[in-house]
């Protein structure tokens, strides 16, 4: 489909919100303008970072690297490569094919399910614009001791160092040994096997650094975009503070749109504060503070739930507090909604969702809604001002939506 009409057929899908309804007052339609998709810089080969599945393939080969098609619950997965996909680069997927190539030539099994046995799992490739390759391997060790792991991790390094992976030319090889489907650095650290321990990008004159499981926008001119709107939509003044909440590595409050000539954000505010569940990613945010000059600027590290309410309960400063936050699909945690909404000071929020009509919704009528006691929502309701759709996603149905709620 020529990108043109994919944008129609978003722009179609992204007016269906107007049928979920935002407003508690006046049930049946959105309450703000739903303005026009902002189109992506990049159509094709745009995700920085892709998830290689390891099942059985379409001939039967349970040693094949690629993607899902079908589900678990009908019982009908089947693995395809990747070559087909569009929105996936050929970095990406040179890498999945070696490790395919390696995983085929190892004796040890793959672990298509854990309780079946078998070792090696899925593959996450991450690159960036100036050139760097990260892959990180997922293993199951099941029974193994710490002389066969590590005869493991020798072959996988010589494989991709000093064998046919050399190919791929990966600035980063990690290994993370791992018996949950997903598993942080904390539950089960990342071990460097080759290379640099981080990858390093560059968005809208920042330089940004990039650990293995640090949450990155899948698309980085797209991300330029939308954080040059989300810079816009807080008019934030050198009186505000601006608070980020699920702040990743800090890119999007950092970066300096150099060919316009302006400071970035962090520059334009009295200061920063960014909450982040991953611990690495808040180190990441820190050096990418430091080593851009920037002070006025301080992170917690924990789930937002958590560390927020702490944050806000002893918040005393009449200066203006803008709040961006950018959950996952989950949304946020109603703790975190209850602070917020219990702030006065935070007149003007910015909501980013990549699932706008999934659990982002049951936030939207919590921040609208009336003070309610036995929710314990207390403070004015917020009223959404302003929907702006973005393609992050193209060659796909969805989108990723900014709101802007003010009281």
């Known amino acids: 489909?020529?990108?043109?009409?994919?944008?129609?057929?978003?722009?179609?899908?992204?007016?269906?919100?107007?049928?979920?309804?935002?407003?508690?007052?006046?049930?049946?339609?959105?309450?703000?303008?739903?303005?026009?998709?902002?189109?992506?810089?990049?159509?094709?080969?745009?995700?920085?970072?892709?998830?290689?599945?390891?099942?059985?393939?379409?001939?039967?080969?349970?040693?094949?690297?690629?993607?899902?098609?079908?589900?678990?619950?009908?019982?009908?997965?089947?693995?395809?490569?990747?070559?087909?996909?569009?929105?996936?680069?050929?970095?990406h997927k040179q890498v999945a094919q070696s490790y395919e190539e390696f995983i085929r030539r190892s004796p040890l099994d793959p672990c298509l399910l854990f309780h079946e046995g078998g070792h090696w799992r899925e593959?996450?490739?991450?690159?960036?614009?100036?050139?760097?390759?990260?892959?990180?391997?997922?293993?199951?060790?099941?029974?193994?001791?710490?002389?066969?792991?590590?005869?493991?991790?020798?072959?996988?390094?010589?494989?991709?160092?000093?064998?046919?992976?050399?190919?791929?030319?990966l600035t980063s090889l990690y290994f993370q040994e791992s018996t949950m489907t997903r598993c942080s650095h904390e539950q089960s650290p990342f071990q460097l096997l080759h290379g640099e321990p981080h990858i390093f990008e560059e968005v809208l004159g920042l330089k940004v650094r990039i650990s293995p499981d640090a949450f990155f926008q899948v698309n980085t001119g797209g991300a330029e975009v939308l954080y040059q709107a989300v810079r816009e939509l807080s008019q934030a003044g050198g009186d505000t503070t601006f608070l980020?909440?699920?702040?990743?590595?800090?890119?999007q409050w950092l970066c300096e749109p150099a060919s316009q000539g302006r400071l970035c954000l962090a520059h334009q505010v009295s200061k920063v504060i960014g909450?982040?569940?991953?611990?690495?990613?808040?180190?990441?945010?820190?050096?990418?503070?430091?080593?851009?000059?920037?002070?006025?600027?301080?992170?917690?590290s924990g789930k937002a739930e958590a560390v927020l309410p702490q944050v806000l309960s002893s918040w005393e400063d009449d200066r203006p507090l803008v709040a961006v936050v950018n959950p996952s699909r989950a949304g946020l945690h109603y703790r975190v909604v209850r602070a917020i909404r219990s702030c006065t000071s935070i007149r003007r929020l910015l909501y980013i969702s990549c699932k706008p009509e999934g659990e982002a919704m049951r936030n939207f009528v919590e921040l609208c809604c009336p003070p309610d006691p036995r929710k314990k929502l207390s403070g004015k309701p917020f009223a959404p001002k302003l929907a702006l759709p973005f393609d992050m996603f193209p060659h796909t149905v969805h989108c990723e939506l900014v709101l802007l709620f003010t009281r």
């Open 1 to 91: 489909v020529k990108y043109e009409n994919q944008r129609k057929i978003l722009q179609t899908l992204a007016s269906r919100l107007e049928d979920l309804g935002l407003d508690v007052q006046k049930p049946g339609g959105l309450c703000c303008p739903l303005q026009p998709v902002v189109p992506s810089p990049i159509v094709n080969g745009y995700r920085n970072k892709s998830t290689f599945s390891v099942n059985r393939g379409p001939d039967g080969n349970p040693k094949t690297v690629g993607l899902y098609v079908g589900t678990g619950r009908a019982r009908n997965i089947v693995c395809v490569k990747a070559n087909h996909m569009e929105n996936i680069p050929l970095k």
């Open 123 to 169: 593959l996450v490739v991450r690159t960036t614009s100036r050139g760097h390759t990260m892959a990180i391997v997922t293993f199951h060790p099941q029974e193994l001791g710490q002389e066969e792991l590590a005869a493991q991790k020798a072959l996988l390094k010589e494989f991709f160092t000093c064998g046919p992976g050399t190919v791929c030319d």
């Open 244 to 251: 980020d909440i699920c702040c990743g590595t800090g890119e």
């Open 275 to 300: 909450i982040e569940v991953m611990e690495k990613a808040v180190e990441d945010a820190r050096w990418n503070a430091a080593f851009n000059g920037i002070s006025n600027c301080e992170f917690h």
